[in-house]
C-alpha cells in the first residue's frame, strides 16, 4: 500500500512563504512523476506543478515564478517551495504519485490579505 503523507501547511499573509512536504512509502518514489494539486472551496482540484522522476518541471501558469517543485529521492519526499503567495493561493493541496494513483489526505494554505 503506497502512502503518501503532506505537512507544511498553515496561514501566512500575503507575500510570505511556506513549503509543502510530500514523503512516501514504498520503493516506486524514484520511478514516478509526482503532482501538485490544489482545491480551493467551491472550485475543482487544479494542476500545480509536476515533476518527473528525472526532475524536470512544469507550473501552471497562475504559479510560475513564483512555485519550485523539487525532490529529494533518497528522502522518498517531493516539495512545494510557494514565494511571494497571495490569497487567491488558497486552498487544500495535494500530492499525486503518477506511477501508483495515489493521493495524500492533502494540508490547508491559508493566506491572509
Known amino acids: 500500500q503506497v502512502q503518501l503523507v503532506e505537512s507544511g501547511g498553515g496561514v501566512v499573509q500575503a507575500g510570505g512563504s511556506l513549503r509543502l512536504s510530500c514523503a512516501a512509502s514504498g520503493s516506486f518514489f524514484s520511478i514516478t512523476g509526482m503532482n501538485w494539486y490544489r482545491q480551493a472551496p467551491g472550485k475543482q482540484r487544479e494542476l500545480v506543478a509536476h515533476i518527473t522522476s528525472g526532475g524536470d518541471t512544469n507550473y501552471a501558469d497562475s504559479v510560475k515564478g513564483r512555485f519550485i517543485i523539487s525532490r529529494d529521492n533518497a528522502k522518498k519526499t517531493v516539495y512545494l517551495q510557494m514565494n511571494s503567495l497571495k490569497p487567491e493561493d488558497t486552498a487544500v493541496y495535494y500530492c499525486?504519485?503518477?506511477?501508483?494513483?495515489?493521493w495524500g489526505q492533502g494540508t490547508q494554505v491559508t493566506v491572509s490579505s
Open positions: 499525486y504519485a503518477l506511477y501508483s494513483g495515489s
